[in-house]
């Protein structure tokens, strides 16, 4: 796949949702600390987002670290902008997100 098709995938997703938590793992089975925390954090704060496995496909691992010129996960965006990784997500920010 070429960097310009995963980057259309990538917009496609985020076009398709308003909050994407790109992450290692999955929210019931997450592969890192700050993966489980950034997703139990928008959880808790009743956020309905789309998680996706970055471990799942190689390309996508990658390709979201071209995307965002940032290496670590879990990486959040909400309508399509990159917020942060695990940093960047408290509660505070997760109760905004809707408002």
Do not use: W
């Not at 308003?18 to 925390?37: E, I, N, Y």
Request: charged share 25%.
């Amino acid at each position: 796949m070429t960097k310009s098709d995963m980057f259309q995938r990538i917009q496609r997703v985020l076009k398709n949702n308003h909050v994407v938590l790109f992450m290692k793992g999955t929210p019931s089975h997450p592969r890192c600390g700050f993966s489980a925390d950034a997703s139990k954090k928008l959880t808790e704060a009743g956020v309905e987002y789309k998680s996706i496995d970055v471990f799942s496909d190689p390309d996508l691992f990658d390709g979201i670290r071209q995307y965002t010129n940032y290496t670590h996960f879990p990486q959040l965006f909400v309508d399509g902008k990159f917020i942060g990784s695990s940093d960047y997500i408290n509660k505070f920010t997760a109760e905004k997100i809707y408002k």
